[in-house]
């Protein structure tokens, strides 16, 4: 089964995932298979980020996803209601001892799920991930759509 077929048999097939560009290889992240993005622009957004790596359209079933997050979740992230309402690029959404979600990897994945056009804030669901005291991959997902596994960003040591 290609990618494109276990997206679709997973998700939907309405994702807008032209809207970046994704390696070749599937990677397991915390149990769940994710197809991570290459480094560059998100859908004309000036970002430099994210990095190849960062995001990771996530393959695995819904109830995969639903799995991932009674282990690690530890509450939601707020999602804003637009574009224009994220915080600077390398502001961190949330934090931990210095580690924490980068706002421009948080777009770019409403921006993988949705496209560039304008969303509901209601239809997304960011969850916060721990293991102990240490930032895990947040999924962030859109209701009958799909998800994206986003990496948080580790402080230098």
Not at 94 to 123: M, P, Q
Request: hydrophobic share 30%.
């Amino acid at each position: 089964m290609t990618v494109v077929e276990r997206l679709q048999s997973n998700w939907s097939e309405e994702l807008p995932h032209g809207v970046m560009e994704w390696e070749g290889n599937v990677n397991e992240v915390a149990g769940l298979e994710t197809l991570p993005n290459r480094s560059g622009d998100v859908d004309g957004m000036q970002l430099g980020v994210p990095s190849t790596g960062n995001l990771g359209l996530v393959l695995s079933s819904p109830e995969l996803v639903d799995e991932y997050v009674e282990t690690h979740a530890d509450g939601n992230i707020d999602v804003p209601q637009y574009y224009s309402g994220f915080p600077e690029r390398d502001e961190l959404v949330v934090e931990r001892g210095g580690d924490g979600l980068r706002s421009d990897v948080v777009e770019a994945g409403i921006r993988v799920l949705n496209g560039g056009d304008r969303y509901d804030e209601s239809e997304f669901t960011l969850y916060d991930c721990l293991q102990g005291d240490d930032v895990m991959p947040c999924p962030l997902v859109r209701e009958g759509h799909g998800c994206v596994l986003l990496t948080p960003a580790l402080k230098p040591e």
